[in-house]
Structures are given as structure tokens and as C-alpha cells.
Nanobody
Framework: QLQLVESGGGLVQPGGSLRLSCAASGLTLGYYAIGWFRQAPGKEREGVSCISSRSDRINYADSVKGRFTISRDNAKNTAYLQMNSLKPEDTAIYYC????????????????WGQGTQVTVSS
């Protein structure tokens, strides 16, 4: 079956860094746009970043611009989110998603979702 699996989350101090990975199986990731989303307790899920299938279009939420970097390695069927200068406000469950369409930071319209990985930023 089609699966996306996130990894790389954990506990980090403010100002620290983490790199999240999104490994795909059952689909060729190179045909899909990839999005990263996050959801904090009691809040709606929000778009963080997305990257097109050929990496020619990349979008970031204003809250993470200059701190996060999205990338992908289609040969490895994996996408990444490098997170630097982390803030407590970044604490959330992070999800990756895929769709056979252009990038969008809206949560609707994404076909496949991972199970999420917890990121906690605290001193």
C-alpha cells in the first residue's frame, strides 16, 4: 500500500536544529509534490512548506521563512525538512503529505499523509 513515514522528530532546545525525513513506499515520489504540515494541540493543522515534483517551485509559511529548508531526493524516494533556529512556537506534530498536483500550503487536496512525528522545542 501507499505509505509516507516521517522520522527525525524529538526534543530540542530553542535555537537548535532538527532534520525531518519523509520516506515513501508504494509510490514514486518524483511524480508528486511534497508538503510539510504541523499541528499543535488545540490548533488547526497548518502548512509549513511544499516542494514541487521537480523542485522548481518551493513555498514556505511566513513563520518559518529563513529558518526551514525543504528538499527532496527522488532517487531515494525521500523528502526532508531541515529546521534551524527552532522556537517554542514550532512545537507540534509534523506531517508530510503528497499529491499529484502543484504545491499548496492549504491542507485540503493532499492525497497521502504520513503518521506524523513529534517536535518539541523547550528549554
Amino acid at each position: 500500500q501507499l505509505q509516507l513515514v516521517e522520522s527525525g522528530g524529538g526534543l530540542v532546545q530553542p535555537g537548535g536544529s532538527l532534520r525531518l525525513s519523509c520516506a515513501a513506499s508504494g509510490l514514486t515520489l518524483g511524480y508528486y509534490a511534497i508538503g510539510w504540515f504541523r499541528q499543535a494541540p488545540g490548533k488547526e493543522r497548518e502548512g509549513v512548506s511544499c516542494i514541487s515534483s521537480r523542485s522548481d517551485r518551493i513555498n514556505y509559511a511566513d513563520s518559518v521563512k529563513g529558518r526551514f529548508t525543504i528538499s527532496r531526493d527522488n532517487a531515494k524516494n525521500t523528502a526532508y525538512l531541515q529546521m534551524n533556529s527552532l522556537k517554542p512556537e514550532d512545537t507540534a506534530i509534523y506531517y508530510c503529505a503528497a499529491r499529484f498536483r502543484d504545491c499548496s500550503l492549504y491542507t485540503d487536496g493532499w492525497h497521502y499523509w504520513g503518521q506524523g512525528t513529534q517536535v518539541t522545542v523547550s528549554s
